[in-house]
């Protein structure tokens, strides 16, 4: 299967270097290169990717306006982004990530992290890396405080499931959650799946957010324990 990928950038050497990096892989492909986030709506549209690599910074429609509306148009329903920042400690990256990206990388990625990155979330995993991601949604939970909203959205969950969310934000991987809770790999899976159906979430990075957001688990490692049952 070839991975499909629309590059959003208002920088013309910035495309042309993640165009060159991604020629390198035979399985992926760019179909569309945007100027700016109005282009990449149209073109997320016309050319259905698989995988955005979207610029947060760029004029007119930006990157979180753009990655907000191609992550609501059920027209492209399996197209999934991936914000590109010149900084892990940007500002607009939480609120990108709650706009419905699913990871973000900085310019400075490796060239095999950005391929194995667009190979990962293409296959529908969300690019959460324990350290950088978590950091981020933890320092902007912070300054926003709790969403009673969130907490009431996570009463639909078992207990096991509820318990699996935390773990999600706690940044650890399916088998850790496995070797937590002394069930298979297989079972966290369909937990973590189960959850995201229930909250109605894009990926494990919404369910992230969305932890933080209620107070499940509080930013600097405080864990509110969960509930008996």
Known sequence: MTIRVLLADDQALVRAGFRSLLARSRDITVV????????????????????????????????IAATRRIAG????????????????TDEHVFAALRAGASGFLTKEVEPADLRR???????GDALLSPGVTRRVIEQFARRRGLAPVAGRRLAGLTAR???????????LSNHEIAERLVISPATAKTHITRAIAKLDVRDRVQLVILAYESGLVRPGGEEEPAPAG
Do not use: H, K, N, Y
């Open 161 to 171: 499931e509820l318990e699996t969310v935390r773990l999600v934000a706690l940044g």
């Open 117 to 123: 990155a667009v190979a990962a979330v293409a296959a």
């Open 32 to 63: 569309g290169e945007a100027q700016d986030g109005e282009e990449a709506v149209r073109l997320a549209a016309s050319t259905r990717p698989d995988v955005v690599l979207m610029d947060i910074r760029m004029p007119g429609t930006d990157g």
């Open 73 to 88: 148009d059920r027209g492209v329903p399996g197209c999934r982004v991936i914000i590109l920042t010149t900084f892990d």
